[in-house]
C-alpha cells in the first residue's frame, strides 16, 4: 500500500519570500511522484512530476521538487514567490501498478 | 482538444432528489476517474473506469454509481441525494497503468444538496 503526507495544511508567506512545501510518501516498491496546483474555483494541474533519473526536477511557473529516496521525500520550493502563487498544492504518488494516491493538500497564502 | 469537460459546473438539489454529472474527455485515455473534494480531506476517489463498459469502486463509492458506455464519456449518478454528498466533484482520465498514470482534470461541479 502506498500513502502520501503533506506536513503543513496552510503556509501563510510573504511575497518574493522562498517556500518550501514538504511532502511524505510510503511504499514498498518504487514510485512515480508528482505536484499539481489547485488555483480558486479551477480543478487540478500539473506542476511538476518525478519519474525517474535526476532527483531535482523542475515545473511550471519557477518550481521545483527534490525526490530524496531515503527520507522518502518529494518536497515543493520556490525560491521567490508571487501573489499569484496563491492556490491549493497537492502532493501525490502512484506506485507501480497501483493508482493514483493524493495527499490533503497544502494551502499556500501568499501576502502582499 | 478541449481535454476533460464536466457539465454541469454548479448544482442545487434537495435531499432525495437524483442527477447525472457528464464527463467527456478527448485525450482517448483509458482510464477514467470520480474524485469528490472536501475541506480538510483532499481528494477521494468515488469510482474509477479501466476501460469502456467497467467500472470499479475507489474509497468511498456507497451512494453513488457510473457507467462507461463510451470511451470518451463517464457518468456520475446520485440516486438519493443526501445533504453529506455536498461537495465539489472532479471528473479526470488517463492512459493506463503502464504509463506514468499522469492525470488530468475536469474544471470540476459544485453540489450542493439542502
Known amino acids: 500500500a502506498q500513502s502520501v503526507t503533506q506536513l503543513d495544511s496552510q503556509v501563510p508567506v510573504f511575497e518574493e519570500a522562498p517556500v518550501e512545501l514538504r511532502c511524505n510518501y510510503s511504499s514498498s516498491v518504487s514510485v512515480y511522484l508528482f505536484w499539481y496546483v489547485q488555483y480558486p474555483n479551477q480543478g487540478l494541474q500539473l506542476l511538476l512530476k518525478y519519474l525517474s533519473g535526476s532527483t531535482l526536477v523542475k515545473g511550471i511557473n519557477g518550481f521545483e521538487a527534490e525526490f530524496n529516496k531515503s527520507q522518502t521525500s518529494f518536497h515543493l520550493r520556490k525560491p521567490s514567490v508571487h501573489i499569484s502563487d496563491t492556490a491549493e498544492y497537492f502532493c501525490?504518488?502512484?506506485?507501480?501498478?497501483?493508482?493514483?494516491?493524493f495527499g490533503e493538500g497544502t494551502q499556500l497564502t501568499v501576502n502582499p | 482538444n478541449a481535454g476533460v469537460t464536466q457539465t454541469p459546473k454548479f448544482r442545487v438539489l434537495k435531499t432525495g432528489q437524483s442527477m447525472t454529472l457528464l464527463c467527456a474527455q478527448d485525450?482517448?485515455?483509458?482510464?477514467m476517474y470520480w474524485y469528490r473534494q472536501d475541506p480538510g480531506m483532499g481528494l477521494r476517489l468515488i469510482h474509477y473506469s479501466v476501460g469502456e463498459g467497467t467500472t470499479a469502486k475507489g474509497e468511498v463509492p456507497d451512494g453513488y454509481n457510473v457507467s462507461r458506455l463510451k470511451k470518451q464519456n463517464f457518468l456520475l449518478g446520485l440516486e438519493s441525494a443526501a445533504p453529506s454528498q455536498t461537495s465539489v466533484y472532479f471528473c479526470a482520465s488517463s492512459y493506463d497503468l503502464a504509463s506514468t498514470g499522469e492525470q488530468y482534470f475536469g474544471p470540476g461541479t459544485r453540489l450542493t444538496v439542502t
Open positions: 501525490a504518488v502512484r506506485a507501480s501498478g497501483s493508482r493514483l494516491t
Open positions: 485525450m482517448n485515455h483509458e482510464y
